[in-house]
């Protein structure tokens, strides 16, 4: 299993580092990763006996992204529209069902995980197409991504007090405070890509080291919910794609709104 979890770690690796210094590559990829993330979340809810509109949500998904990198913006908050759109057309949908039962339920986790991976993820675009975007999502990813391998490798090594073990079991207060440390040090390794000084570094890095975890944890209660270990197995050894961009769907959006202020 380690073995596996290197190998994949560094093909993952080696993937970001040849796709983030290409705008257009990167906005393709982070396409790709909506697309396969819906596709995981989607059939993790289809084990769950849950009647989802499974292929018109990762449509939609898909037009998110591809609109941000071809800076489709004829109004503010533009993006919102789709959402209207996919809501408006899921509500239509419905007319064509047998039965009433279930209506709720469908409608909103389509259009929870379009918000939820697509929307959220789609700031990964965002942030690499900003002045010095490429510096902004290199420090995001050095950021929230050590900071999952700092929970991971703290944990295993001193984790003894089990963090939420309802929601995940092998996650410990140990292996938090590791991923906070470990995001900090991110955090100064890429200061000199950040227009922040020390004392507001320190306070994003522990701001999104606390989002990151998060979003970490709500895709631990959902695969909890839909009874499955991971959410897919396209990374031998680490699970699905939702399983590595967990984090990030909670700290991209949230550091790009902190850049977008300054």
């Not at 299993?1 to 983030?20: E, P």
């Not at 039965?99 to 990964?124: E, H, K, R």
């Not at 942030?127 to 050095?142: C, D, E, S, V």
């Given at each position: 299993?380690?073995?596996?979890?290197?190998?994949?770690?560094?093909?993952?690796?080696?993937?970001?580092?040849?796709?983030?210094?290409?705008?257009?590559?990167?906005?393709?990829?982070?396409?790709f990763f909506v697309m396969a993330g819906l596709y995981e979340y989607f059939t993790m809810l289809e084990k769950k006996g849950i009647k989802i509109y499974k292929y018109f949500g990762i449509g939609v998904g898909i037009i998110i992204p591809l609109s941000i990198m071809f800076r489709f913006e004829p109004t503010k908050n533009w993006e919102l529209l789709f959402i209207v759109v996919a809501l408006f057309s899921l509500i239509l949908m419905q007319f064509k069902r047998?039965?009433?039962?279930?209506?709720?339920?469908?409608?909103?986790?389509?259009?929870?995980?379009?918000?939820?991976?697509?929307?959220?993820?789609?700031?990964?675009?965002?942030?690499?197409?900003?002045?010095?975007?490429?510096?902004?999502?290199?420090?995001?990813?050095?950021?929230?991504?050590?900071?999952?391998?700092?929970?991971?490798?703290?944990?295993?090594?001193?984790?003894?007090?089990?963090?939420?073990?309802?929601?995940?079991?092998?996650?410990?207060?140990?292996?938090?405070?590791?991923?906070?440390?470990?995001?900090?040090?991110?955090?100064?390794?890429?200061?000199?890509?950040?227009?922040?000084?020390?004392?507001?570094?320190?306070?994003?890095?522990?701001?999104?080291?606390i989002l990151g975890q998060l979003g970490d944890l709500s895709e631990s209660l959902l695969k909890r919910d839909c009874q499955v270990k991971d959410s897919g197995n396209i990374f031998p050894g680490m699970g699905g794609v939702l399983d590595e961009i967990d984090s990030l769907l909670f700290t991209a959006p949230v550091f790009y709104f902190i850049l977008a202020r300054l």
């Open positions: 299993m380690l073995i596996k979890r290197l190998i994949s770690s560094a093909l993952l690796i080696s993937l970001i580092i040849t796709v983030i210094f290409f705008d257009w590559l990167c906005a393709l990829v982070v396409t047998r039965d009433n039962s279930g209506v709720i339920v469908d409608i909103s986790t389509t259009l929870f995980g379009i918000l939820y991976v697509s929307w959220f993820f789609s700031f990964m675009i965002k942030i690499r197409y900003l002045a010095g975007g490429l510096g902004l999502l290199a420090a995001l990813l050095l950021i929230t991504k050590l900071g999952d391998i700092g929970a991971y490798l703290v944990g295993v090594k001193w984790g003894k007090h089990l963090l939420i073990p309802r929601i995940s079991p092998n996650k410990t207060v140990e292996g938090s405070l590791g991923s906070l440390g470990f995001s900090i040090l991110g955090a100064l390794a890429s200061k000199s890509f950040l227009p922040f000084n020390y004392w507001q570094l320190f306070t994003v890095a522990i701001g999104l080291n």
